[in-house]
């Protein structure tokens, strides 16, 4: 069975400091890893997927199968970041079903 | 607004009743996806339809717990004799076929049994 794990409930930094949000996963497959990001009373949204190899919002997430991780990183917090982040997995060709981490909510200080 | 739509977005209930959800899709997606997200948790997959077939069941979704797409458009999640335990955010969300398509999520359903 597939697990996803991030291991801080609360990361707090200053504007200006860099941040990385941890995400590990357990999948004996080929996943594929998600950043789900929800802003103070929005719905959950996507803000990038590892097949995409893009960066949104300044967050780039690489995905790393020797040490199973997917952080997020960012070089420059925004207090505009402060939400809770969600590391997912879905199994490739098996529905589409996405499998959450616990979530880190992140808050950039002024 | 064309995103998806879920009502009522509260619900209050006392333990023993029974509760239904609805979700409303993005026009034309064909998958739809419940998930249910408990307090300071990550939302958990429930089912999914593809259409108005039913393809995938969590051991989440106990007997209590029945979802339906009539016509593979909007769906309703049904919880009969509603328990404490049931106290939660239920998610929508709706995509397009393509496996590699985005999930787009609804704003939840909170309910809170009594």
């Known amino acids: 069975a597939q697990r996803v794990t991030q291991p801080e409930k609360l990361l707090s930094v200053f504007k200006g400091a860099p941040v990385e949000l941890k995400c590990n996963y357990s999948?004996?497959?080929?996943?594929?890893l998600f950043w789900y990001v929800q802003y103070s009373r929005q719905r959950l949204q996507l803000l990038l997927r590892?097949?995409s190899r893009e960066s949104i919002k300044g967050f780039t997430a690489d995905l790393n199968k020797g040490e199973t991780s997917f952080h997020l990183k960012k070089p420059f917090a925004q207090e505009e970041d402060s939400a809770m982040y969600y590391c997912?997995?879905?199994?490739?060709?098996?529905?589409?079903?996405?499998?959450f981490g616990g979530g880190t909510r992140l808050m950039v200080k002024p | 607004d064309t995103g998806v739509s879920q009502n009522p977005r509260h619900k209050i209930t006392k333990r023993g009743q029974n509760v239904t959800f609805r979700c409303d899709p993005i026009?034309?997606?064909?998958?739809l996806y419940w998930y249910r997200q408990t307090l300071g948790q990550g939302p958990e997959f429930l089912t999914y339809?593809?259409?108005?077939?039913?393809?995938?069941k969590s051991r989440l979704l106990s007997d209590r717990f029945s979802a339906e797409r009539p016509k593979g458009s909007f769906s309703t999640l049904e919880i009969q004799r509603t328990e404490q335990g049931d106290s939660a955010m239920y998610l929508c969300?709706?995509?397009?076929?393509?496996?590699?398509?985005?999930?787009?999520f609804g704003p939840g359903t909170r309910l809170t049994v009594l």
């Open positions: 997912a997995l879905t199994r490739l060709y098996a529905g589409n079903m996405l499998t």
């Open positions: 999948y004996s497959g080929s996943p594929e």
């Open positions: 026009s034309e997606h064909n998958r």
């Open positions: 590892h097949i």
């Open positions: 339809f593809q259409n108005e077939a039913q393809l995938e």
């Open positions: 969300a709706s995509s397009l076929r393509l496996d590699k398509d985005t999930q787009y």
